[in-house]
């Protein structure tokens, strides 16, 4: 063979290595993922297994995030309002609903649940 076949015979096998993504979420226990993708969110999924999709918990877009066993922290910006949201998300809770926070709620909360979490 010569070169020239060679090289056309990989540039489909090079172009579909990188541009076939692979699940890149991140397991944040307790069926919760961060999903990096744009746009940013926590989802909740059903399944004992992660299938691709579920339940918007914090929604898009999230700048930054932290989480340990029991608490997930997340910051975001309404892509709407453009507003500054915070998160806090108590995996222990079955049915959890989250509300939204403004920083000084948010900063009062993490005193009284004694979340040693940082963003």
């Known amino acids: ?20 993504r692979l699940d890149d979420s991140i397991d944040l226990g307790n069926k919760y993922r961060y999903i990096q993708d ?24 999230i700048t930054n995030y932290n989480f340990n066993g029991r608490y997930i922290i997340a910051k975001s910006i309404d892509m709407y309002d453009k507003q500054t949201k915070y998160w806090i998300v108590d995996k222990a809770l079955k049915g959890n609903k989250v509300e939204p926070l403004d920083s000084m709620g948010f900063d009062r909360k ?10």
């Open 38 to 61: 744009y746009p940013q969110a926590i989802l909740y999924h059903k399944t004992q297994t992660y299938k691709g999709g579920g339940i918007n918990i914090v929604p898009p877009v």
């Open 110 to 119: 993490i005193i009284e649940l004694k979340i040693n979490l940082k963003f």
């Open 1 to 20: 063979m010569n070169k020239k076949c060679i090289i056309l015979c990989l540039i489909p096998f090079i172009y579909s290595c990188v541009f076939i």
